[in-house]
Nanobody, 115 residues
């Protein structure tokens, strides 16, 4: 049973940075790709970033425009999203997701960017 705990969100001014973390349970963490999604108020959840197995390859939504970096630490069963040059449009709840259980979501972590 995969469980995901998202953390690291907060209130930040536009142009600032945050580092999100997601701790995953399960011994098979390292064998599955991971991803980050977000949901802005009144909008559908959308893809933000993907991190493949071993973290050697990452891919991002167009709106990221080089501002975010996804990574993983398989020894800690944790995936990260380093966000910089944050904009008010980045406000939302951020969730990680595991390829081992695509229908499983944690509670997410709130990111609020003030302009």
């Amino acid at each position: 049973q995969v469980q995901l705990v998202d953390s690291g969100g907060g209130l930040v001014q536009a142009g600032g940075s945050l580092r999100l973390s997601c701790a995953a349970s399960g011994s098979t963490f390292s064998t599955y790709p991971m991803a980050w999604f977000r949901q802005a108020p009144g909008k559908e959840r959308e893809f933000v970033a993907g991190i493949n197995v071993s973290g050697g390859s990452t891919y991002y939504a167009d709106f990221v425009r080089g501002r975010f970096i996804g990574s993983r630490d398989d020894a800690k069963n944790t995936v990260y999203l380093q966000m910089s040059s944050l904009e008010s449009e980045d406000t939302g709840v951020y969730y990680c997701n595991s390829g081992a259980a695509p229908n499983v979501w944690g509670r997410g972590t709130q990111v609020t960017v003030s302009s």
